[in-house]
């Protein structure tokens, strides 16, 4: 008799886990300076995700922390700490900058934890300080430059004009573009970036115009993007010099574009790997109910946020909620068997996924908001361009 | 080099340094007449730059919103000098400095609560939205000679009023003597309520101008504050021809090093090495010069000859 009890104490002792654990996740990115705007569009696909998902990843409740890196490396580094040492989250998830990504990331990797990148990619995490425990549900920095990099090259730009901020990713974009772009760089500028990040781009627009580069490319996230896209459309450059962006020009920045009637904006083209219009049924739900629930499109922003819950929920439901065992958890999260918006991808070695890019242009949609549309594909199962350096096999 | 772009990029400086003018003559003004450091100053440039996008959204004219939006700054200074600086004169500096402080992060958060995260752009009238072309090589934007023609009127305004006012005499002998105009029977209190609306005036003015360019948005004074500080205190404190002169230097100098830097640092060292280091030196040659100046005169370039 007692040893049954024992056996059923044991049982129900296991079973607890297993039947109702509750699984947190730190959501780290920027909730207040300009750069909110990027944040809050994150914080409303977790949100949606976690109302598709009805809160649960099998039977395993789903709690998320969200934490603010206020824009800055360091404030971003302490609320990792805080979301790993005093809420002891199982997975920190999130990180819109590079530097704030590359400065928290010891925190999380070191405890043991498991870090999904909702958008930062910057080459050192895909190269040489890859980590088993490091999933990214974007891509690497490099990767959006070099489609279009491909792009100018298809379209017979000879010689390229490159802005970027002086970060991190800056320094990568730039990189990306001139790993691909077969013309001549003829000058860039990488300015100051941060919470106090220069705005007034007219000496750089100058230079660039003085230069008489075929185009001009650009890396403005977030504010930034909006302002520089103003000020280009006052030097009247459009005819002179014609505009590519990377994420510069995007669900975020187009309403207040369109509200300030800067109509040079469209016809332009962007990479991504991911568009509202990619014709699969995970994004059409997305799209659909963001759009139904927030009366916005959805940035990219929020598209890698929502695959980045959908990811940790399929790995939490694939393990069953047992966090003990991290090689399940990782192997897990390799597989990416979930829904996810930008179709299906698989991870490389180094953790990044293997992914189609696409052209993107800026268009008018039926009900007249200013939208992208998908124009064609640049790389097919993409990888990125450091894979290799990193010792991950 | 060519001259056009050199000459553009001299009249880009020109207007950095005319807005920074703007901001840096009421931050003087104050610290000047009311020996009050005002950090919270650069609030009131966002302010300017919100008030005004949200009139322009109503009214549908920009030009319009700058004018009845100047007033309403200048009431929201008069508030604030008021109920928020009026009783810390006689506290020390750096009491000042943790108000003000304070002060900024309830003004940015209220402007988060009212307008979002998300800041506002400035939809400018046509006849603002082109450029206009001195010769074929030499096109500037038309907005960018209204900030530079505003910017200037307003100095020149502000040199007459304090020069040639009876309001800009007290001004200055406020500057140089507080209490012995207090002895004389002005009513210093009114005074220093104007000064300080002034003040906010010209920083919302300044905001206004910038906001159709880089959009108004939250802690974008946090910004300009610091560079503002730079300015007063490689002038000298206190003296509206220091902060005119250092304005005009300092915005320059920013411009003419993000423009040209790269270019000299590739004289004597590798590309790479010059694309690298051209964009942080660039950020920090106005710190330098502060330093500069602060080593070899500590009182600024032109300090205000009594206090």
Redesign the interface.
């Known amino acids: 008799m007692k040893r049954t009890l024992t056996a059923l104490v044991a049982t129900a002792m296991m079973a607890v886990p297993a039947t109702a654990a509750e699984i947190k996740i730190g959501f780290v990115t920027t909730?207040?300076?300009?750069a909110?705007?990027i944040g809050?569009d994150m914080k409303k696909a977790v949100e949606l995700a976690l109302d598709h998902l009805g809160g649960k990843a099998g039977d395993h409740t789903l709690t998320v922390i969200f934490g603010d890196d206020q824009f800055a490396p360091e404030t971003g580094k302490q609320v990792t700490d805080k979301l790993v040492k005093q809420d002891n989250v199982d997975f920190v998830a999130g990180y819109i900058w590079s530097h704030v990504l590359l400065a928290s990331r010891k925190s999380v990797l070191d405890a043991g934890k498991f870090l999904i990148s909702a958008n930062a990619g910057p080459s050192a995490l895909a190269g040489k300080l890859c980590h088993e425990n490091f999933f990214s549900t974007s891509w690497q920095n490099d990767q959006t430059p070099m489609a279009m990099g491909e792009v100018l090259n298809q379209r017979g730009v000879k010689s390229l004009y490159v802005m970027a901020p002086?970060y991190a990713a800056g320094k990568d974009m730039v990189a990306g573009v001139e790993r691909t772009f077969k013309g001549e760089i003829v000058g860039?500028?990488?300015?100051?970036w941060g919470?106090?990040?220069?705005?007034?781009f007219?000496?750089?627009l100058?230079?660039a115009?003085?230069s008489g580069a075929d185009g001009l490319l650009v890396f403005y996230p977030g504010?930034a993007g909006?302002?520089f896209i103003?000020?280009y459309?006052?030097?009247?450059l459009k005819d002179i010099l014609p505009l590519y962006t990377v994420f510069t020009v995007d669900a975020?920045s187009l309403p207040?574009?369109q509200?300030?009637?800067l109509d040079s904006v469209i016809g332009s083209f962007t990479t991504q790997h991911w568009d509202p219009t990619l014709d699969n049924a995970a994004n059409r739900r997305f799209v659909a109910d963001f759009k139904a629930k927030y009366g916005s499109y959805p940035s990219f922003y929020a598209a890698q946020a929502y695959d980045a819950i959908n990811l940790i929920a399929s790995a939490v439901e694939a393990v069953d909620g047992d966090m003990s065992d991290k090689d399940a958890v990782r192997a897990a999260l390799m597989a990416a068997d979930y829904e996810s918006v930008r179709g299906p991808y698989t991870y490389n070695t180094n953790h990044f996924p293997i992914q189609n890019f696409y052209l993107r242009e800026v268009v008018v949609d039926d009900e007249g908001n200013w939208t992208t549309k998908v124009a064609g594909l640049v790389y097919e199962n993409m990888k990125d361009p450091y894979y290799e350096e990193c010792p991950l096999k | 080099m060519d001259t056009a772009l050199f000459v553009i990029q001299l009249l880009n400086g020109l207007q950095l340094g005319l807005l920074l003018f703007l901001v840096a003559s009421g931050l003087t003004l104050i610290f000047g007449i009311l020996d009050f450091v005002n950090l919270a100053h650069g609030a009131l440039y966002m302010l300017g730059a919100f008030i005004c996008a949200t009139l322009t959204m109503w009214t549908g004219s920009f030009v319009l919103s700058v004018i009845l939006s100047l007033p309403v700054v200048g009431a929201i200074g008069f508030a604030i000098e008021r109920l928020v600086a009026r009783s810390l004169y006689t506290r020390d500096h750096l009491d000042q400095v943790l108000a003000t402080f304070g002060l900024i992060l309830v003004l940015d958060t209220l402007a988060h609560l009212i307008w979002g995260p998300e800041g506002m752009a400035i939809p400018l009238p046509a006849w603002l939205d082109g450029q206009i072309a001195v010769t074929e090589t030499l096109v500037i934007p038309t907005y960018r000679l209204l900030i530079i023609a505003t910017g200037l009127a307003t100095a020149g305004g502000l040199f007459w009023l304090v020069n040639y006012t009876r309001l800009g005499m007290l001004i200055r002998a406020g500057a140089s003597n507080r209490t012995m105009v207090a002895a004389l029977g002005i009513n210093i209190q009114l005074l220093f309520s104007l000064v300080f609306a002034l003040g906010a005036v010209l920083a919302g003015l300044a905001g206004m101008l910038v906001a159709p360019i880089t959009e108004a948005s939250i802690g974008m004074g946090n910004n300009i504050i610091i560079t503002a500080f730079v300015v007063i205190i490689v002038g000298g404190i206190g003296s509206m021809k220091g902060a005119f002169i250092a304005a005009l230097m300092i915005g320059l100098i920013d411009t003419l090093g993000r423009s040209f830097l790269d270019d000299i640092f590739k004289l004597f060292m590798s590309t790479a090495a010059a694309e690298t280091s051209a964009p942080a030196v660039s950020a920090m040659l106005i710190y330098i010069i502060m330093a500069a100046v602060l080593a070899v005169r500590p009182q600024g370039l032109f300090p205000p000859k009594v206090r």
């Open positions: 909730l207040t300076t300009g909110a705007v809050n002086n860039k500028d990488l300015t100051k919470a106090d990040a220069q705005l007034d007219s000496a750089e100058a230079k115009k003085a504010a909006g302002a103003k000020q459309h006052q030097a009247g975020l207040r574009l509200a300030a009637g």
